[in-house]
C-alpha cells in the first residue's frame, strides 16, 4: 500500500531533500565547480548580518500574523456555524481575498491603498491624522504585509468549520437538554473537539507563515526592500541562491530554518499533548 | 473587505493610460478592450491557458483527494515500524524553503524526460507528497472514535475495506476542505508551471499572466488585471460548490 | 457504490491522462524526421511574444526543416528558469541574457563558440562591433540590439506651457530646465522621476568623468567620489522637489504607467519610449541623449549590447539550423520592420537602414537617440564579473538608505563600493 509513496517520496520528496543537505556542505554555485566545504557554510551563517535581519523580520512577522488571523478566522467560523441567512454568501465573501493568492493583482491593489493618495490614507484624513506611503516606509511596510496576511484568514477559517462540522450534533444537543447555555458548550464541548483543528491551523499558519516569500513582492517586487524592512528568511535563502548563485550557502540557511522551526514545531507538539483533544485517545 | 475586489474589476474596465493611476471609485469611461485584447495578447489565446489549468488542477484534485486520505489513515491508525520517520519527512517537507528543493526536483523531472509535460505537477499529488493535506486529514482521522474501525475489523473487514467504507465517508469535510484548498493552490502555482513548461501553448494561467506585463513601464497593467478577474471565476464556482461538501460534513455522509 | 464508482472512474482517468502527456515530445530540442527542432528563449512585453511568435511562423512556412519552439517569460521568470535550466543542462538552443549575467554565464560555460556559425551571414555586422563583445578573446555571443541611455520628456506639456527644450543638454542645463518647469507649470507637474537607479545612466555620468564601471579585469572601476557626486545632482533635485517624492513614487523607481501623466521627463533607456507611447498614446515624447558633462572625457559615449548566445550542448548537426534561425532573426528586413527595436536599435546594418525609412514617430526619436551617439568616439565598455550579478539591488540599496535619510550619500556609496569590490 505504500510503495507508490515510497516511490514518490524517494525521488520528489526525500532526495531533493538529502541533495540539498549534500549541498548545504558544498560551495555549489550552478555556474562553476563544486567543492566540499564541510561545515563552513553553517559557520558563516552565524557571521552574516543578513541572516539575523531575515530572521527578526520574518520572527515578527509571524508573531504578528498568526495569532491576528486565527483569532479572526476562529471567531468568525464560530460565527458563521451558527447558521444565518446567505452564510454560502458570507463565507465566500470571507474566503475571496484567499482565492486571488499573491498576484500581481494583488502587488497592484496593495499599493493603491497603501499610498499617499490612497484609501487608507483617505479614511485617516476624516479623523484628521496625516498618512504617508505605508508601504514605503522601513516602520510600516512589515505591518502592511501582516494585514495583508490577516485579510487572508478565509484559509484557516474554512478549516475551522470543517472541523466544526465533524463535532456530533448528539453531543451539543445532548448539552443543551441539560441546560449549559452557549458559552458553557463552546467551553466544554466545541472548543475541545476543535483543539485537533486549532492545532493544525497553528501548525501551518506559522510553518506558513515562517516561508512567506511572494508577499515580499507586493512592496518590494522582491528585493526585501526598503532598506530589508520586508527581508524575508525564504527570500533571503531564494535571493543567495538565485541571484547570487550560492545554493551551497543558500541550501544551509534553509537547512537552519528547518532546524529552527524543527525544534519551535516539536515543542509545539509536545505541548499539544497538554491541550489538544483526539477523539480516538 | 471586498472592496478592493471589486475596486480591481473596475479597474479592469478603465483604459491603459488611467488604470494606475486611478482613484478610490474612478468615474468615467467603461470599456472591455483590456478583455478582448487581454485575451488574445500572446501567440496563443487565453482558452488554452484555462484549459491547461483546468487539467493540471483536475488532476491535481483527484491525486491529492486519493493519496492523501490514504496516507493520513495508514499514518494516524496502523502501527508500522517507520511510521515515525515518514512522519518526521512529511513534517520537513513542510518546514524547507521550497526554492533549494527546486533544482534537485527539476533534475528528477529532467532525466525522466518530464520536461513539457503536466507531470511534474500532478505526479506528486499522486504521490502523496502535499505533506500539508496529509496533516490535516491525519488531524481529522484521529478524531474518528476507533470504535467504529475496530467493530468493523471484528465484522471480517480488511484495512482497505475500513479505509474505503468507514474512514472516506467520515472524512468529507476534510476532503471538501482539501479539494478547495489544492484547486486555489494548484490553479495560482506560478513557480512549477514557469520551470517545467515552456512552450506557450502549455502554459498555465499564472505564467500567461505574468507574461502580460511590462516591467520597465507597467504597460499591460489593464489587461493584467482583466485576465486576473477571469481568472477568479472558475475559482469561485468552484468554490460554491465545494464548500456546500463542508457544509453538509457528517449528517449526511451515511453514519446513522 | 456510486461514490465508489466515480472514484474509480477519476483514477482511471487520470492515469490515462499522465500517459497521454507523457507522450508529448521532450523539451531538448532535436532532429525527428529531417525536421530541426530549435528552441529560442527569450524575455520581452507580452505583445512582442505574439509578433515573434508570428514571425517564426512565417520563417517556418519557408524553411519546412525547421521547427522553433518559443520559450517565452517576463524578464525576471525568465532568468530564474535560466537558472534551473543550467542547472539541469537544459538550456534553450538560442537565449537571451540579461545584463547582469552576461560573465556569470560564461563562467558557467553555456556558450557555444559562434565564430563563423554556419548560415549566419556576418557580412552586416560590424566587425569592430563583434570585437568588443568578445568575451576571454572569443566571439560566444551575437548582439540583438543596443541600447543606449537618454532623456526623455513630455512635448505636449512643454507646448501647453509654451516652454522649450533647452538646445544644449548638459547636467546643469538639464537640472535648470526641470526646475523652470516644475515651478512654472500651472498643474502641480513634476520634472522628472526620481530615477537615480537606472544603471545606464550612471555608467555614462562615470564615463563622463573619466570612470569605468567595470574594469577590463573585471574590478569595480568606479570611485566613491564618482558614484557619489551623481547621487548629489539626484538629491538637490529631490530635496528642492524638482523630482517627485520618492514617498509618492513609492520607491525609487516610479512606474511610468502611474505617473506618466504627472511627470515631465524621465531618463532611461532609448527604446522604452517604444511601450511608454502605449500607455499614453495621446502625448508627443521626445528622446535626446543623456545629458552629458560640459567637459567630459573623451570617448564616453557607450552602447549597451542586448546579446544572445547559442547553448554550448547543440550538436554539430542542428548548429546550421540554430544559424539560420538567428540569421533571420538578427539580419533580415521582416524580422525588424515587424517587430520595431523593441529590444533597442538593431545591431545590424541592413537592419539599421530598414528602420530608417520608419514613420513612426517614436521610432524616429529612438533612431535619432543611436545615431547621435554612434557618431561619436567610443572607448572600451566591460560588462559586469560574474561574481557582482547583484551589484544593482546593492546599489538600490545605498540610494534607499540615502533617500530615507538613514545614511549620508558617502556612507551609503563607501559601503556600496566595498560590499560589491568585496564579492569579487
Excluded at chain 2, 472524512?171 to 513557480?191: C, G, Q
Excluded at chain 3, 547636467?171 to 545606464?200: C, M, Q, V
Excluded at chain 3, 539560420?324 to 521582416?334: P, T
Aim: include cysteine; charged fraction near 15%.
Amino acid at each position: 500500500m505504500l510503495l507508490p509513496w515510497l516511490v514518490g517520496a524517494l525521488g520528489i520528496t526525500i532526495g531533493p531533500l538529502i541533495a540539498s543537505l549534500v549541498l548545504s556542505l558544498t560551495n555549489y554555485s550552478i555556474l562553476g565547480s563544486t567543492e566540499f566545504v564541510g561545515l563552513d557554510n553553517y559557520a558563516a551563517v552565524f557571521s552574516d548580518p543578513k541572516f539575523f535581519k531575515s530572521m527578526s523580520v520574518t520572527l515578527m512577522y509571524v508573531c504578528l500574523a498568526v495569532p491576528l488571523q486565527l483569532g479572526l478566522a476562529l471567531g468568525l467560523a464560530l460565527l458563521l456555524e451558527k447558521g444565518i441567512r446567505w452564510l454560502g454568501v458570507y463565507r465566500a465573501g470571507f474566503y475571496l481575498p484567499s482565492l486571488l493568492g499573491a498576484s500581481v493583482a494583488i502587488a497592484l491593489l496593495w499599493r493603491q491603498i497603501f499610498k499617499t493618495d490612497g484609501l487608507v490614507n483617505a479614511v485617516l484624513s476624516i479623523f484628521g491624522v496625516t498618512g504617508r506611503n505605508w508601504l514605503y516606509d522601513p516602520d510600516t511596510a512589515l505591518l502592511t504585509l501582516v494585514l495583508l496576511q490577516v485579510w487572508t484568514f478565509g484559509s484557516p477559517m474554512i478549516i475551522f468549520l470543517a472541523g466544526l462540522k465533524e463535532i456530533p450534533k448528539e453531543l451539543i444537543e445532548a448539552a443543551t437538554v441539560d441546560g449549559a447555555g452557549y458559552g458553557r458548550r463552546l467551553k466544554s464541548i466545541v472548543l475541545p473537539l476543535l483543539t485537533p483543528m486549532i492545532f493544525f491551523n497553528l501548525i501551518l499558519q506559522t510553518v506558513g507563515a515562517f516561508q512567506a516569500f511572494n508577499q515580499a513582492y507586493i512592496v518590494s517586487g522582491g528585493t526585501g526592500g526598503p532598506v530589508d524592512s520586508t527581508l524575508f528568511y525564504t527570500l533571503y535563502v531564494y535571493i543567495v541562491g538565485f541571484i547570487e548563485y550560492r545554493m551551497g550557502y543558500a541550501s544551509a540557511l534553509a537547512w537552519v530554518l528547518v532546524i529552527f522551526i524543527g525544534i519551535l514545531t516539536a515543542v509545539q507538539f509536545i505541548v499539544s499533548r497538554k491541550w489538544v483533544y483526539y477523539g480516538d485517545q | 473587505m471586498i472592496y478592493p475586489l471589486l475596486w480591481m474589476i473596475r479597474l479592469s474596465f478603465l483604459p491603459e493610460s488611467e488604470v494606475a493611476n486611478a482613484g478610490l471609485w474612478p468615474e468615467g469611461i467603461w470599456t472591455g478592450i483590456n478583455y478582448t485584447e487581454g485575451w488574445s495578447t500572446l501567440s496563443v489565446d487565453f482558452t488554452t491557458f484555462f484549459l491547461n489549468s483546468a487539467v493540471v488542477a483536475i488532476l491535481a484534485l483527484i491525486g491529492n483527494l486519493l493519496a492523501c486520505s490514504l496516507s493520513a489513515y495508514v499514518l494516524a491508525r496502523l502501527r508500522f515500524r517507520l511510521q515515525p520517520v515518514y512522519f518526521g519527512v512529511v513534517i520537513a517537507t513542510l518546514l524547507i524553503p521550497v526554492h533549494v528543493l527546486l533544482i534537485p526536483q527539476y533534475l528528477t523531472f529532467s532525466y525522466i524526460g518530464a520536461l513539457n509535460t503536466f507531470i511534474p505537477l500532478v505526479l506528486p499529488k499522486f504521490l502523496a507528497t502535499d505533506a500539508f493535506f496529509v496533516f490535516l486529514m491525519i488531524q481529522f482521522v484521529r478524531g474518528i472514535p476507533r470504535e467504529l474501525d475496530q467493530a468493523a475489523f471484528m465484522d471480517g473487514a480488511g484495512y482497505f475495506r475500513i479505509y474505503w467504507s468507514i474512514i472516506l465517508p467520515l472524512m468529507r469535510p476534510a476532503l471538501a476542505t482539501t479539494a478547495i484548498f489544492t484547486v486555489i493552490w494548484t490553479w495560482n502555482d506560478f513557480l512549477g508551471p514557469l520551470i517545467y513548461l515552456t512552450r506557450t501553448s502549455l502554459y498555465t494561467v499564472p505564467v500567461a499572466l505574468n507574461a502580460l506585463l511590462s516591467t520597465d513601464t507597467g504597460f499591460g497593467t489593464g489587461r493584467l488585471l482583466a485576465m486576473s478577474v477571469l481568472s477568479l471565476v472558475p475559482l469561485v464556482i468552484f468554490f460554491f460548490v465545494a464548500q456546500k461538501q463542508i457544509l453538509e460534513g457528517i449528517s449526511s455522509s451515511g453514519l446513522k | 457504490m456510486k461514490r465508489r464508482q466515480f472514484l474509480g472512474l477519476g483514477a482511471a482517468a487520470s492515469v490515462a491522462a499522465l500517459a497521454a502527456c507523457s507522450n508529448g515530445t521532450n523539451s531538448g530540442g532535436g532532429s525527428s524526421g529531417g525536421v530541426s527542432q530549435v528552441r529560442y528563449g527569450h524575455w520581452d512585453n507580452g505583445s512582442a511574444q505574439a509578433l515573434y511568435a508570428a514571425l517564426f511562423q512565417k520563417f517556418m512556412d519557408a524553411n519546412e526543416d525547421i521547427e522553433i519552439l518559443q520559450e517565452f517569460a517576463s524578464y525576471d521568470a525568465f532568468q530564474e528558469r535560466m537558472t534551473t535550466q543550467i542547472a539541469g543542462g537544459e538550456v534553450a538552443d538560442i537565449f537571451w541574457i540579461a545584463s547582469p549575467q552576461i560573465l556569470a554565464y560564461n563562467q558557467a560555460g553555456i556558450y557555444h563558440d559562434v565564430e563563423g556559425l554556419p548560415g549566419f551571414d556576418f557580412d552586416s555586422l560590424d566587425a569592430d562591433m563583434l570585437d568588443r563583445l568578445k568575451i576571454d578573446g572569443k566571439l560566444n555571443t551575437l548582439p540583438v540590439g543596443m541600447i543606449t541611455p537618454c532623456f526623455r520628456y513630455n512635448q505636449t506639456f512643454l507646448d501647453e506651457l509654451g516652454a522649450e527644450a533647452p538646445s544644449v543638454w548638459s547636467w546643469d542645463s538639464t537640472a535648470e530646465f526641470l526646475r523652470d518647469y516644475t515651478n512654472n507649470n500651472p498643474d502641480g507637474n513634476k520634472g522628472i522621476f526620481y530615477h537615480a537607479g537606472h544603471d545606464l545612466t550612471l555608467e555614462a555620468w562615470l564615463r563622463q568623468h573619466g570612470e569605468d564601471l567595470w574594469t577590463e579585469d573585471g574590478q569595480l572601476g568606479a570611485s566613491i567620489d564618482g558614484i557619489a557626486s551623481y547621487l548629489d545632482w539626484w538629491e538637490q533635485l529631490r530635496l528642492d522637489e524638482v523630482t517627485l517624492s520618492v514617498e509618492e513614487q513609492g520607491g525609487i523607481q516610479g512606474a511610468w504607467n502611474e505617473f506618466g501623466s504627472k511627470v515631465l521627463s524621465d531618463i532611461g533607456s532609448h527604446n522604452q519610449i517604444l511601450e511608454a507611447s502605449l500607455v499614453f498614446p495621446d502625448f508627443e515624447l521626445r528622446e535626446v541623449p543623456t545629458p552629458v558633462l560640459e567637459d567630459a572625457a573623451d570617448g564616453h559615449a557607450f552602447t549597451y549590447f542586448v546579446r544572445v548566445g547559442v547553448y554550448e550542448g547543440v550538436p554539430e548537426d542542428r548548429l546550421e539550423a540554430v544559424g539560420r534561425v538567428l540569421d533571420f532573426n538578427l539580419n533580415s528586413e521582416e524580422f525588424i520592420t515587424e517587430l520595431g527595436p523593441v529590444q533597442g536599435t538593431p545591431a545590424s546594418l541592413r537592419q539599421r537602414t530598414a528602420l530608417e525609412g520608419t514613420d513612426d514617430p517614436n521610432i524616429q526619436q529612438a533612431n535619432s537617440v543611436t545615431d547621435a551617439v554612434l557618431a561619436q568616439e567610443m572607448r572600451p565598455r566591460y560588462d559586469a564579473p560574474p561574481n557582482a550579478s547583484t551589484w544593482r539591488r546593492e546599489y538600490d540599496a545605498a540610494i534607499e538608505q540615502v533617500v530615507l535619510g538613514q545614511a549620508s550619500i558617502t556612507d551609503a556609496v563607501t559601503q556600496f563600493h566595498s560590499t560589491v569590490s568585496g564579492s569579487l
